[in-house]
């Protein structure tokens, strides 16, 4: 329990915040004139907080809107079906509110299957099906509803309005800021496996220093990371202008770096394989030894290089700059790249792999020079900067007599796969 | 709307047995004599069908059972409170019950944070939390809380029984058999990837037959299956003994292949890699157009057979038999991919990826063997059954002179990475 909380401070922080959100709430309670005006409406209020109170500013946000817009709409619905069911008759009026109930659960139950509507609007459905089914049966038992429904609004706009003023204000956590540096972190973890690999798949197998490779196996949480980014982006629409981000800050094209840093992740996968197997004492690259010293170089390059690209794009975004220092690393990785590949032409074929990887990072820093644009990133001429990977190929394949021997060279860009 | 409705008619029935659970529960308003007894609480049974009410009857099992427990739980505490702050007379009441709601609030909230308890008892909490608030303050206004606690526990338990019923008695959807066909079909659609794959591969590029390869990208959806494994795991664990399950059924077991089935499709990711480049006439091979015909068999093979191999387990996973016919097909793919190392040897070494994902097929063919006994699949000779792979690895090591030669021959045992 201890170091969960050192680990991230934040969330003791919003324990107490939320404890504090409720407990002023609970006030209703305490005192005499505010009980007397809203009755036994106030439980709504505490309701209200426990649902709508989330970790981050956006969610909160999201969540305190919907929950008015639901309510507000599930209102106007249930007087409605009140209405029309207390024209059919004492007889008429229970099958006819029982018929709305059946239909307004089955449609809303059935819209919530639909991926998209239940990640946007999962939760103002809930909330309109409950006041749907409140007040079109309330209405049916008590006839002051007009009156009711003037407490319940009430204590749920102070239960809404609670929660987002004390998530708001008290020691903010933004949504925006997480996606932020969770799409950045992914890109350094990749960079620092691919900077340490070079290293560690050519060391000697009798080398007895322990190498601390344990960051090693931290891009693994990047393989799994599509949720919790997609989630992040939707909080992270509903945030107002905060520190460095706007209000319509291109949150999407995070999704699709990270969607591309995942694409990378699974290129590197097999690539760890290799070095396990090198650590536990067996060389793929043992079959030919000889070549061994003839590709250790520009593996190494190769590798080291779209490390540091990745990281270089990492800090770009981190710093928010357009990534302009990037370029070189990924000139001299295909550059490497191509070297490699004029040396296996007769030989062994097993770096391809990570030949693979270059591609994917290229594909990386193009996203992010979108982004750069998108989000107007301080930057001398944007325009310049996103179209530089276009120059970059035109430049690294002349080297390359790609047209004369069709079927015996392949360049880096040839390799390209095309990413979905 | 359609169109999702065809795909699955169960989510129609769903939406309908939501519907009707929820029309039921609303007929206690309009009985005279039931409205008399419950009053105002009335509504919890309408609150506690809409948040227990889920599609699977694991997940409306386990909802149930832990909205039961914490509602106890919790009027117990809130009781507790209650008691104790009203021994500190009028004014220090209010403060020692705004004390404890921060107190509790504030814990809860933190427990949350708890990857493992939140995946679990995140309902709990939060029915927990709700109704330790309601009692400790509602005792504050309300004389009779004893009275009021028997009403809602009533209609508590009308509302949770009656989700249960509907549930588990019309149309059940068992999270259990969902789990089960979701890893049979990721197993299945990684066959169908690696049967294709070969053909496609050695394809000759000018061949103007358009093939029908869209399965070949169905195995995608693997690579984000996580999450929801371990979701439909969670609520598997509350279903009775149902169909050819029983009540402690090794759900773990499917996690675990669940996982080892990534690792396998994370391998054949870069492959499709290859595949892509291939049908935009580029192919990695050009470079040693000469090997070609020489490594075709034996790619071919190997792929068709690890394929083959995935194919039988899942449909041993299917009829729940212990996957015999399988061993042959991953005989015959080690025996292929040895034949293709030593033609490498010498040559062009781009189909070690291939040879990567034989290892991958063998774990889980392990894992399911596993499954197979620790679930009682019905088999002549389980414990024989589980222990064929080590007797495989020893038969197909002879071939290849691994001892003579340390240095130029690996095995395709050697090969095999360590999984996690």
Redesign the interface.
């Known amino acids: 329990k201890k170091k ?2 050192q680990d ?1 401070s934040r ?2 922080i ?3 915040k ?3 959100a ?2 002023l709430v ?2 209703i ?2 005192f005499e004139p505010l ?1 007397k005006g809203f009755g ?1 409406s106030a ?1 709504w209020a ?2 209200t907080v ?1 649902m709508v109170f989330e970790f981050s500013v956006g969610a909160t946000l999201g969540r305190g809107l919907n929950r008015g817009l639901a309510t507000l709409v599930a209102w106007a619905l249930g007087f409605g079906a009140h209405y029309l069911a207390s024209l059919a008759g004492e007889k008429g009026e ?1 099958i006819l ?2 018929l709305s ?3 307004v ?3 809303v ?2 819209v919530q ?2 991926p998209q509507l239940k990640a946007r609007y999962d939760y103002s459905l ?1 909330i309109f ?2 006041t749907f ?2 007040v079109s ?2 209405g ?2 008590e006839d002051e509803i007009l009156e009711m429904a003037h407490q319940r609004v009430s204590t749920i706009l102070i239960g809404s309005s609670t929660s987002v003023f004390i998530c708001l204000f008290v020691f903010p956590v933004w949504a925006g800021d997480d996606l932020h540096n969770l799409v950045a972190s992914s890109l350094e973890k990749l960079g620092s496996f691919l900077e340490g690999f070079g290293v560690e798949y050519f060391k000697i197998p009798g080398d007895s220093k322990e190498s601390n490779n344990t960051f090693m196996d931290d891009y ?1 949480s990047v ?2 990371s ?2 919790s980014e997609e989630c992040l982006a939707n909080f992270a629409r509903w945030e107002p202008c905060h520190g460095q981000f706007r209000f319509r800050h291109p949150w999407k094209q995070y999704l699709r770096i990270g969607s591309l840093t995942r ?1 990378c992740a ?2 590197i ?2 690539l ?3 070095s ?2 090198r650590s ?1 004492g ?1 060389n ?1 690259l ?4 000889e070549f061994r010293s003839k590709i250790q170089e520009a593996s190494t390059n190769m590798s080291l290089e779209s490390g540091k690209a990745l990281k270089e794009l990492a800090s770009a975004i981190k710093a928010m700059t357009p990534p302009s220092s990037v370029t070189p690393h990924i000139v001299k990785s295909k550059d490497a790249a191509n070297d490699l590949i004029s040396l296996l ?1 007769s030989g ?3 770096e ?2 990570l030949l ?1 990887v270059i591609p994917a990072v290229t594909k990386i820093a193009e996203s992010i020079n979108e982004l750069a644009s998108l989000a107007h990133f301080r930057s001398v001429e944007p325009m310049v900067e996103a179209e530089k990977p276009k120059l970059l190929h035109q430049e690294t394949n002349p080297p390359c007599c790609g047209v004369n021997e ?5 360049t880096i860009d ?2 390209s ?2 990413l ?1």
Chains 1, 2 share one sequence.
Do not use: W
């Open positions: 969960l909380g991230d969330r003791i919003h324990s107490l939320f404890g504090l409720l407990t609970s006030l309670y305490y009980y036994n439980i505490i309701l426990i229970p509110l029982g109930i059946f239909l659960a089955g449609v139950t059935f299957f639909f809930l099906m409950l089914c409140l049966i309330s049916y038992r693994k393989l799994n599509k949720q694409q699974y290129r996968e097999p760890n394989g290799y396990t197997l536990s067996i793929c043992q079959i030919l030894a032409r062994f074929c097993k391809i792999d693979e069709p079927h015996h060279v392949i040839q390799l796969p095309k979905p």
